[in-house]
C-alpha cells in the first residue's frame, strides 16, 4: 500500500508539467521590440531586440532579417541578454522594408513577424 502511494505520487509531478507546458507557450506575447512594428529606422540602426512575456531559450532561439520574403541575415541571440530578451546585431540594411522574424525554439516552437522599414536619412 505504502509503495503504491508513493508511486502514484511521484507521477504527479510529471503529470502536473504536462498541463502547464502547453499553457506557458500559449502565454508568450511580445512585450516590445526594437524596432517597433512598422516604424522607420535610420540606416546606421544595428541593434534588435525582442522582450517577452517570459523567459525563453537563448540557444534555441534565432533572430532573421527578411526582405521580400528572403532571409537577408540570420542573427545569433547574445546569450548574456536578459532571460526574456532576445538580442542581436546585424550590418546596416540597405533602404527598404524589412520584417525581424523571432523563432523561440523548444517544443512547441512559437514565432512571428516584425515589419519595418529602413529609412533614405542616417
Known amino acids: 500500500m505504502i509503495t503504491r502511494r508513493h508511486s502514484l505520487l511521484a507521477g504527479a509531478p510529471a503529470i502536473l508539467l504536462a498541463f502547464i ?12 521590440s526594437a524596432p517597433q512594428a512598422n516604424a522607420v529606422i535610420g540606416g546606421r540602426s544595428s541593434a534588435f531586440y525582442v522582450r517577452f512575456s ?5 540557444e534555441d532561439s534565432r533572430l532573421t ?10 542573427l545569433h ?13 546585424a550590418p546596416t540594411l540597405a533602404p527598404g522594408r524589412y520584417s525581424l522574424h523571432w523563432l ?3 517544443s ?8 519595418f522599414t529602413v529609412g533614405s536619412g542616417s
Open 65 to 74: 532579417i527578411k526582405r521580400d520574403g528572403r532571409v537577408i541575415e540570420v
Open 21 to 32: 507546458g502547453p499553457a506557458r507557450a500559449e502565454e508568450l506575447r511580445v512585450l516590445e
Open 77 to 89: 541571440p547574445r546569450l548574456e541578454s536578459a532571460p526574456d530578451v532576445l538580442f542581436a546585431r
Open 104 to 106: 523561440i525554439g523548444g
Open 108 to 115: 512547441p516552437q512559437v514565432d512571428g513577424e516584425i515589419p
Open 54 to 58: 517570459r523567459p525563453v531559450d537563448h
